[in-house]
């Protein structure tokens, strides 16, 4: 690797309190030439760890035994350049998944990830995606009292959106950077960039994956889905 590539290598510090699971993620990742695992550490050394490496991404445990991961996560979201934070998880209905997404989270992976698949979710986090599947995501909103109903009052807001804005949510909660975005509707990053920014205003949130999670309760990815198939 030459030195203009070796400056697009993500750095990555993976965060749980099992070793094989740590040396597992450290070994799949570092097989890609633009992927670094610059670190990796236990619960209570998590925080340090991120501060001295100031890694692009961090896979971080949900529930560790010395100090929980959403713990964790609010002590990196203090940080003046927070990095990317997804979260690690053995249940794809962890009780603790939906209020790490609502506290910043870009999203979580499982722990028995298909190893092809761990270096392409980790470029997404990476390019500004969001990495959230679909069918625990469905699972999380409905094994939460009041967040399943279709048009409550938060997802109607939906409503809000232009028909632009709502073809750029769709891709947001389908995992898309901005780049990719424009790329698949053909506008430049700067243009699908205001997108965003419009829409987490209007949906009044924070993050690309809250307003994934509220496309979702709206009932917008369905009815994109179902307009795909009609085609």
Same mark, same amino acid.
């Given at each position: 690797?030459?030195?203009?590539?070796?400056?697009?290598?993500?750095?990555?510090?993976?965060? &749980?309190?099992?070793?094989?699971?740590? *040396?597992?993620?450290?070994?799949?990742?570092?097989?890609?030439?633009?992927?670094?695992?610059?670190?990796?550490?236990?619960?209570?050394?998590?925080?340090?760890?991120?501060?001295?490496?100031?890694?692009?991404?961090?896979?971080? &445990?949900?529930?560790?035994?010395?100090?929980?991961?959403?713990?964790?996560?609010?002590?990196?979201?203090?940080?003046?350049?927070?990095?990317?934070?997804?979260?690690?998880?053995?249940? &794809?209905?962890?009780?603790?998944?939906?209020?790490?997404?609502?506290?910043?989270?870009?999203?979580?992976?499982?722990?028995?990830?298909?190893?092809?698949?761990?270096?392409?979710?980790?470029?997404?986090?990476?390019?500004?995606?969001?990495?959230? *599947?679909?069918?625990?995501?469905?699972?999380?909103?409905?094994?939460?009292?009041?967040?399943?109903?279709?048009?409550?009052?938060?997802?109607?807001?939906?409503?809000?959106?232009?028909?632009?804005?709502?073809?750029?949510?769709?891709?947001?909660?389908?995992?898309? /950077?901005?780049?990719?975005?424009?790329?698949?509707?053909?506008?430049?990053?700067?243009?699908?960039?205001?997108?965003?920014?419009?829409?987490?205003?209007?949906?009044?949130? /924070? *993050?690309?994956?809250?307003?994934?999670?509220?496309?979702?309760?709206?009932?917008?990815? &369905?009815?994109?889905?179902?307009?795909?198939?009609?085609?």
């Amino acid at each position: 690797m030459n030195e203009g590539e070796a400056e697009h290598v993500i750095r990555v510090v993976v965060v &749980d309190d099992e070793a094989l699971v740590r *040396s597992g993620f450290e070994l799949i990742l570092g097989a890609s030439e633009d992927i670094e695992v610059v670190a990796t550490a236990s619960g209570g050394d998590a925080a340090d760890t991120v501060r001295r490496e100031r890694p692009d991404v961090v896979l971080l &445990d949900i529930r560790m035994p010395d100090v929980d991961g959403l713990t964790v996560l609010r002590q990196l979201r203090t940080m003046p350049d927070p990095p990317v934070v997804a979260m690690l998880t053995t249940f &794809d209905a962890d009780e603790y998944i939906l209020t790490a997404l609502h506290s910043g989270a870009a999203g979580f992976l499982l722990k028995d990830t298909e190893p092809d698949q761990l270096a392409h979710l980790v470029r997404t986090l990476a390019a500004g995606g969001v990495v959230l *599947s679909p069918k625990a995501s469905r699972s999380l909103l409905h094994s939460h009292p009041g967040t399943e109903t279709p048009l409550d009052e938060d997802a109607a807001r939906v409503r809000l959106l232009t028909a632009r804005e709502r073809d750029v949510l769709v891709l947001v909660a389908e995992g898309l /950077s901005n780049a990719d975005i424009g790329a698949r509707i053909h506008l430049g990053a700067g243009t699908v960039k205001d997108h965003v920014s419009a829409i987490l205003t209007k949906l009044r949130v /924070s *993050s690309r994956v809250q307003a994934a999670l509220l496309a979702q309760r709206a009932g917008l990815l &369905d009815e994109h889905r179902r307009s795909e198939a009609d085609r």
